[in-house]
């Protein structure tokens, strides 16, 4: 996926958690339409400040590639691993977790929100961002 793929999907209405489950369509097979239903509310950091909808959406293609559907402490465990790996990697490309630290703005002031956007962020360094957070959600399931 590259960044005009990213920018026409979200002009089509995806959010940043449902890209990164979008790239994962052919991996997640028949769980893909529960995987994208699951995320349809948690974009741009559930707009309370909190984690990156692209990050909820990365931990969850791990969760339904690695995790299971009982209690099942190997599968946890694993899915642990997977979950502190893609924190390693992540935190090379940002130095946060949330929209408000990976933008610099809050958007959910009106204000920022208008900066956000004459500043591109939403279609300059976010869509970057997905791009990043795909490749290390590609190389955590490879391996």
């Known amino acids: 996926m590259d960044v005009e793929t990213v920018i026409k999907l979200t002009d089509e209405g995806y959010d940043c958690a ?10 997640l097979g028949d769980s893909f339409d529960a995987a994208m ?41 694993i899915c642990m691993i997977k979950r502190e790996m893609f924190f390693s990697e992540y935190r090379k490309i940002t130095n946060g977790t949330t929209c408000p630290e ?19 962020l939403f279609t300059d360094k976010c869509p970057r961002m997905f791009i990043d957070i795909i490749d290390i959600v590609k190389r955590i399931i490879a391996t």
């Open 37 to 77: 239903k699951s995320v349809s509310c948690m974009s741009m950091g559930l707009l309370q400040g909190s984690l990156c909808g692209a990050v909820i959406g990365a931990l969850t293609v791990i969760g339904f590639k690695y995790g299971s559907e009982s209690p099942n402490i190997s599968s946890k465990g």
């Open 102 to 120: 990976i933008l610099g703005l809050d958007v959910r002031k009106n204000e920022d929100n208008i900066r956000a956007i004459k500043e591109n």
């Open 18 to 27: 449902q890209l990164v489950i979008k790239a994962f369509e052919d991996e």
